[in-house]
């Protein structure tokens, strides 16, 4: 009888374990990936979301177009409405330049990467306190 219970308790404790979403903890870095999808008006998945040089939202609707349009985007997976995970912010500086600005969960800064044609040109990386220091690998 005990093995038997034991066996009814593994499978029971497997299919839970295995039953649960995947969730994407370091986010995404590809806005390409993003679908911006609502369900029951809950922002729901991969989400772009671009601002101006003002903080003003920008429509969506040509996810790529607007993304160079604009001077911020942020990447962000949403689940029930829920940010989960690694939300990561860029700012864009001028046509093919841009930074890509990291965070630590406790959202101070981690570090800062500068393009020049879409190839990384330098990466500064910062303390706890914002201060810079140098490469931590």
């Not at 990561?88 to 800062?112: D, N, P, Q």
Request: with cysteine.
């Amino acid at each position: 009888m005990k093995p038997f219970l034991i066996l009814i308790l593994f499978i029971c404790f497997t299919s839970i374990v295995f039953g649960q979403p995947e969730v994407q903890a370091n986010g995404f870095t590809d806005r390409t990936e993003a679908q911006n999808l609502t369900v029951n008006g809950l922002k729901e998945g991969k989400w772009i979301e671009c601002t101006d040089a003002n903080g003003g939202a920008m429509s969506s609707a040509n996810l790529n177009s607007v993304a160079n349009k604009s001077v911020y985007y942020s990447l962000t997976i949403y689940n029930a409405g829920k940010p989960i995970g690694v939300s990561r912010k860029y700012k864009i500086l001028r046509g093919m330049l841009g930074v890509a600005t990291k965070y630590r969960l406790t959202g101070r800064l981690y570090s800062e990467t500068f393009y020049t044609d879409g190839l990384p040109i330098r990466t500064k990386y910062y303390d706890e306190s914002g201060n810079e220091i140098p490469h931590p690998f």
